[in-house]
């Protein structure tokens, strides 16, 4: 028996031996033995091949050269080769496992691993110096790809692997061992390369099943990846923030990024944002594969109407109870995102022709007055030349601030169930129209401030009738609203013969003093302020009771407050004066109305003239 195995290996040494051992000449390997070589070496050879000396120990030479016993009688000829695999070794590998007859995908993988392994021991070590003084080097045997990117280094050897599924796990597990960057996305590039080609090639339905899965699954992982890296380089997104966004669906990943808190109005009157969203959302979409301007021109059609109007749309029968603050600050974030969105792409003028067509829409549909004067403001906001915008629309400037003067006045109409048509509105007696907002809505604000907002645009300035809504909104505690329709009617000459307009007047400046209690905080000391600054503003200044304003300003324990209104007075508010300036340090109070003098109260400049004027006397009157 043993003389026939004899033979048969000799065979095998007469066939194979010189092209082994010319293998061999040539190669110096990279890794020392293994045990394996080892134990075949000292124990004279293996279960199958027993005719070697035994040795104690391993020669010189098994440290530079691969053991040609072993290879050609040992049935762990494999270990040898895939402990040596690498990038570098393997066209020299490869011969070898051919003529040793040794599967060469796993000297693939092999080889793969050796060289990742490597890869990341040398990037993560330390500059310092080890125990031995020596620099850290990469694991036994195996060196890092110098020049290129690792992925790019080891795709030759991955498209090598005849089987698909190895071919795919093996770059799986590169990306699985990289770290969040550019080289586990070129990873995740390499394993949808190959999933497309398994798909390719498959031949039976399963298989292409199989490979259909593998190539969604690495098509989702790259493009999440992708995203959570064009964020990291291109947002200020925290980094919690990223890992959420990165993995939503990307039409609601673009809708996010347009939600984004800076899109505002700037100082140059625009809406901009602290990024550029425009070149994200183009990245990310380009990612995807999919249209980045449909999915803005969706968003636009979302925002673009109000909260209202969506939500009468949604709930047909029983209205939620809603915050309208909160709706009408909804709806102007709204706005400035729709702005923003056809910015990007105003110059093809596709937006602007978009919202006029929307704007003068005449069908029965469900586009509101509302949703139409809001896509006018975004019109005006995007083209803001004239020319360009009469160009566009074919009509004069004129005409189209006119059409949304009557779409938000509609608008209004609507929002207080008066239904009104444009054209029943163009044509319709404004004064009576303001004299049925009076009588049939008179508990409304809304109908109010609809009112005075109408009879100012109209010029409609008959007296009585703006009595009548002033003190409307007095009885109403309208106190903010009836302040502004107040300082807009001083400057009509016509309207200073309202009926009680000095009692409106002296109502909306004392009742903020009244509201304010001790001790007196920086928000109540600012709301007294702007009682002076509103002051200023009365055409009836010399006949308003200022002596209650001062007292009420005393009583806050604001000297400085009550020193400024009451030097407006005459007659009797002197001895005010004088009582405030025997109880109060006149530099104390000179600072104080200093400070107000700089923060723009104007009865402040008057005062600190008359308390200079007082320190110059004292000081002469020390003089001898």
């Known amino acids: 028996m043993y003389v026939c195995m004899y033979v048969f290996l000799l065979c095998i040494a007469i066939q194979q031996g010189p092209q082994l051992l010319d293998i061999l000449h040539h190669y110096r390997r990279h890794c020392p033995p293994s045990q394996a070589e080892v134990e075949f070496v000292t124990s004279s050879g293996s279960d199958e091949v027993q005719f070697l000396q035994p040795v104690k120990k391993m020669p010189e030479l098994s440290k530079q050269r691969l053991p040609f016993h072993m290879l050609l009688f040992g049935n762990k000829a494999g270990k040898v080769l895939t402990s040596e695999a690498n990038v570098e070794t393997l066209p020299t590998l490869i011969p070898l496992a051919l003529l040793l007859k040794i599967p060469t995908d796993q000297l693939h993988m092999t080889a793969v691993q050796n060289t990742v392994n490597a890869y990341l021991a040398a990037k993560n070590r330390t500059p310092s110096l080890s125990s031995s003084g020596q620099t850290p080097t990469s694991p036994v045997g195996h060196s890092a790809p110098q020049g290129s990117s690792l992925f790019t280094s080891l795709q030759s050897v991955l498209l090598a692997i005849q089987d698909p599924k190895n071919a795919i796990a093996v770059a799986a597990w590169i990306h699985t061992r990289l770290q969040k960057g550019s080289e586990k996305l070129a990873a995740l590039k390499g394993c949808l390369h190959l999933s497309n080609r398994w ?99 969706q968003l636009v059609k979302k925002w673009l109407p109000n909260v209202a109007s969506r939500r009468e749309q949604t709930s047909l029968w029983a209205q939620p109870s809603v915050n309208l603050a909160e709706e009408e600050l909804e709806d102007e974030v709204n706005l400035q995102r729709v702005i923003f969105l056809l910015l990007h792409n105003a110059s093809s003028e596709k937006g602007a022709l978009l919202l006029l067509q929307y704007a003068y829409k005449e069908t029965a549909s469900k586009i509101t007055n509302t949703c139409k004067a809001r896509a006018m403001r975004v019109l005006f906001a995007i083209v803001p030349d004239v020319a ?49 907002l ?159 003098s700089d923060s723009g109260v104007s009865l402040a400049y008057q005062a600190v003239s008359y308390l200079e004027g007082v320190l110059e006397n004292n000081k002469m009157d020390e003089e001898p």
């Open 388 to 436: 360009t915008l009469e160009r566009i629309s074919q009509l004069k400037l004129e005409e189209l601030w006119a059409y949304l003067y009557s779409l938000v006045c509609v608008a209004e109409l609507d929002r207080l169930h008066i239904s009104q048509s444009l054209t029943t509105f163009q044509h319709c007696n404004k004064e009576g129209l303001v004299r049925g």
């Open 199 to 297: 798909a390719g090639a498959a031949s039976d339905s399963d298989e292409r099943s199989k490979a259909a899965k593998s190539v969604a699954k690495f098509t989702l992982l790259h493009n999440q990846l992708a995203v959570d890296l064009l964020l990291q380089q291109q947002s200020p997104y925290k980094e919690e923030d990223i890992a959420s966004l990165a993995v939503l669906p990307v039409e609601q990943l673009i809708a996010q990024l347009y939600q984004h808190s800076s899109i505002a109005w700037n100082a140059h009157g625009q809406v901009s944002a602290d990024f550029d969203i425009h070149a994200v959302v183009d990245e990310a979409a380009m990612f995807y594969g999919i249209d980045a301007d449909s999915v803005r021109l």
């Open 438 to 596: 009076l009588k049939n809505h008179r508990t409304s604000p809304q109908a109010l401030r609809f009112a005075v907002g109408l009879s100012l645009d109209q010029r409609l300035y008959d007296a009585t009738l703006w009595g009548d809504v002033l003190q409307q909104m007095l009885n109403l505690a309208m106190l903010n609203d009836l302040q502004q329709s107040l300082i807009s009617a001083s400057h009509v000459p016509q309207l200073l013969k309202i009926p009680h307009l000095l009692r409106l007047w002296q109502a909306v400046l004392v009742q903020p003093l009244l509201d304010v209690q001790t001790p007196v905080d920086e928000r109540a000391k600012t709301a007294c302020s702007n009682v002076l600054q509103l002051l200023t503003l009365c055409p009836l200044v010399v006949d308003i009771d200022t002596m209650s304003l001062t007292n009420n300003l005393l009583r806050l324990e604001l000297p400085a407050h009550a020193l400024c209104c009451a030097l407006v007075g005459s007659g009797h508010t002197s001895v005010i004066v004088e009582g405030i300036m025997e109880k109060a340090c006149v530099e104390d109070l000179l600072t104080e109305c200093e400070a107000m």
